[in-house]
């Protein structure tokens, strides 16, 4: 019976019979085994998967700020104190929880998402906050973060919508409002930043930065020296800070008509006993007093 083989087989063994060499008729006989051979291939195993190590753990962020709440938030800087004063907001870090029971998950999950932010990596740390927002929407740091974040990239229309939905979700969050306030100081709405301050102070009597941010936009923007004086003395009495606080503050006063502030004098020190004389009640060197009958 013909087959494709047979005639391979044919012409192997024709050119067995007229090779000129024997190492030719080697050759020739050897093609012919290999074309006989009818034995089953063995599948090739697949090759073990590599394995990928897991990505490194975020370590949680320190909580630091006003009130133990907040992460590193931004304050205006004064810049000089002759003449009208200048300031710039400065960057935050991030926003950090501000309620005391969060569940363990919530935690993990908000830390690595701020991680990513610190880190630099815009787009997991946005993807995360956004997911966080909205598993656990009575909180308010992760808008406020993607605020932030929009702040820092230009893109101001955006970080106020984030903003204002933060305080919408939780209204007593002092740093959302003060980061609100922010935003609209740098979109020229100063009047609405102004009341953003405001709020901000209500949310929490404590909350430093929202003094100065307001006496800021007060006496920068809206003309108000007035509002800016009250604001910056309620700043400085929370900090204590003197430099260009101090200075800021006399300005204002004095454009104000005010007379200046009269620092409190200080306690004269007791005077000093005479050499040899002995305090009221104490014995003459050192000694313990003596008892007294009836005493």
């Known amino acids: ?25 080697a050759l020739a006989l050897l093609a012919l085994l290999a074309g006989c051979h009818s034995g089953r291939r063995e599948p090739e195993r697949p090759a073990a998967p590599v394995p990928v190590p897991p990505p490194p753990a975020v370590p949680a962020p320190a909580p630091a700020g006003a009130a133990g709440n907040a992460a590193v938030n931004a304050s205006p800087a004064a810049q000089g104190a002759a003449g009208a004063a200048t300031a710039a907001a400065a960057g935050t870090a991030g926003v950090a929880l501000s309620h005391p029971a969060v569940p363990p998950g919530a935690s993990r999950d908000f830390a690595r998402a701020v991680g990513y932010m610190r880190a630099g990596n815009a787009t997991e740390a946005e993807l995360g906050f956004k997911q966080f927002a909205l598993e656990y929407p009575q909180f308010a740091a992760p808008l406020a973060n993607l605020g932030i974040m929009y702040r820092k990239a230009g893109r101001l229309e955006d970080s106020e919508r984030a903003l204002k939905s933060a305080v919408e979700h939780e209204p007593a969050s002092a740093v959302a409002w003060s980061e609100l306030g922010v935003t609209q100081r740098m979109r020229g709405e100063f009047k609405d930043a102004a009341a953003s301050y405001e709020q901000a102070i209500s949310a929490d009597p404590q909350f430093a930065p929202a003094y100065r941010n307001l006496a800021v936009v007060s006496d920068l923007y809206l003309a108000d020296p007035g509002r800016a004086l009250v604001a910056l003395t309620h700043y400085q009495e929370l900090t204590h800070e003197e430099k260009p606080v101090g200075s800021w503050i006399a300005e204002l006063r004095q ?29 003459p060197n050192g000694a313990a007093p003596t008892p007294r009958a009836g005493v």
């Open 1 to 25: 019976m013909w087959s494709p083989g047979s005639n391979k087989r044919a012409a192997a063994r024709f050119a067995v019979r007229r090779a000129a060499s024997p190492a030719l008729a």
């Open 255 to 283: 454009r104000l008509g005010l007379p200046p502030v009269r620092r409190p004098e200080a306690t004269p020190e007791a005077p000093a006993t005479q050499p040899g004389t002995t305090p009221a009640g104490a014995e």
